[in-house]
């Protein structure tokens, strides 16, 4: 018998299907993974010099395939797939590719500040899809008021470069807007078939689809490109790839699997700040007082968005 999506055993909370609020320990692993995440643009961008973004792309999901099947086999976990999986499967795998399809599309058509500023509502976006199809993972007034303050932190950080606006901007910010969307809803679907699948058959199906889709369109657009296999480029792999499309994405899945991902994804909002702090380290670029003033209300917003509210509180 095929597993249920959802698991209804005993030891599961009625309520949340077992999913509870970040505990100390599990906001500490968010943040870590918040902070990998963040350097992920850094490590993109200099990948980016030897390869390009198509090839880049699959080169990356393929390392991280073979961490997850590392992963799976020393964990002595069932690769067979059960009829009833096939189907949510694929849907997360399409819904995986489109999302990346629309932020990589979009992102050449809008400014970097743009960029961060649209793809970091993705939290809000989880927010809102937990709300109607999450038990027990309701917004409650006090969290959407923490989750704006916190997205406005990050608003704070990039505002200087949102403020240099472009008629040409606007598809851009459309589909990333589209891809953040896409993002929240796919964290979601994470969490919600990850009570009843395994963790490693959902980031085998998003990896095989994000392989064949990268691979197929490289052929296509990158065929005459220039391939440099740099000390620069195998670095930018290695962190792209290993930590965060393989162990980042092992422990993304992990929290979403037994936390309420409107919970999890809020830490998500750090990522810009902690992106500004690595490009100041790492690339040298100046930072302002802009940076500490979103970091403030970063904190605050994700601390407010954390509280653990009375069950009979007003939700939105």
């Given at each position: 018998?095929?597993?249920?999506?959802?698991?209804?055993?005993p030891r599961y909370s009625s309520k949340t299907n077992g999913r509870q609020p970040l505990s100390v320990k599990a906001g500490v692993l968010a943040l870590v993974l918040s902070t990998?995440?963040?350097?992920?643009?850094?490590?993109?961008?200099?990948?980016?010099?030897?390869?390009?973004?198509?090839?880049?792309?699959?080169?990356r999901f393929v390392l991280g395939a073979v961490v997850v099947l590392i992963y799976?086999?020393?964990?002595?976990?069932?690769?067979?797939?059960?009829?009833g999986e096939l189907l949510p499967l694929t849907l997360l795998g399409v819904l995986f590719t489109v999302q990346l399809g629309f932020m990589n599309v979009g992102q050449d058509y809008t400014s970097a500040g743009h960029a961060v500023v649209v793809t970091s509502t993705f939290p809000l976006w989880t927010g809102v899809f937990a709300h109607f199809f999450v038990p027990g993972d309701q917004m409650s007034r006090t969290r959407t008021f923490g989750t704006l303050i916190a997205y406005s932190?990050?608003?704070?950080?990039?505002?200087?470069?949102f403020a240099i606006s472009n008629a040409d901007f606007v598809v851009g910010d459309l589909l990333l807007l589209g891809s953040a969307i896409l993002?929240?809803?796919?964290?979601?679907?994470l969490s919600q078939l990850g009570q009843g699948i395994d963790q490693h058959k959902l980031l085998i199906a998003q990896s095989v689809f994000g392989i064949f889709t990268f691979i197929v369109a490289s052929l296509i657009f990158e065929s005459n490109e220039p391939f440099v296999l740099t000390t620069r480029l195998?670095?930018?792999?290695l962190y792209t790839g290993v930590l965060i499309?393989?162990?980042?994405?092992?422990?993304?899945?992990?929290?979403?699997?037994?936390?309420?991902p409107s919970r999890v994804t809020v830490i998500s909002l750090s990522q810009p700040v902690f992106g500004v702090l690595f490009s100041w380290w790492i690339l040298g670029e100046s930072v302002g007082g802009e940076l500490y003033i979103g970091a403030i209300?970063?904190?605050?917003g994700s601390a407010l968005a954390q509280r653990k509210t009375k069950q009979m509180e007003s939700s939105i």
């Open positions: 018998m095929p597993p249920k999506l959802i698991d209804e055993s990998m995440w963040a350097g992920n643009p850094v490590a993109n961008k200099a990948g980016l010099e030897d390869a390009g973004p198509l090839r880049l792309g699959w080169l799976a086999i020393a964990t002595r976990q069932s690769f067979k797939i059960y009829r932190g990050v608003v704070a950080v990039f505002y200087k470069s993002l929240g809803g796919r964290q979601v679907l195998v670095v930018a792999l499309a393989g162990l980042g994405f092992i422990g993304q899945t992990w929290l979403l699997k037994r936390y309420l209300l970063v904190v605050l």
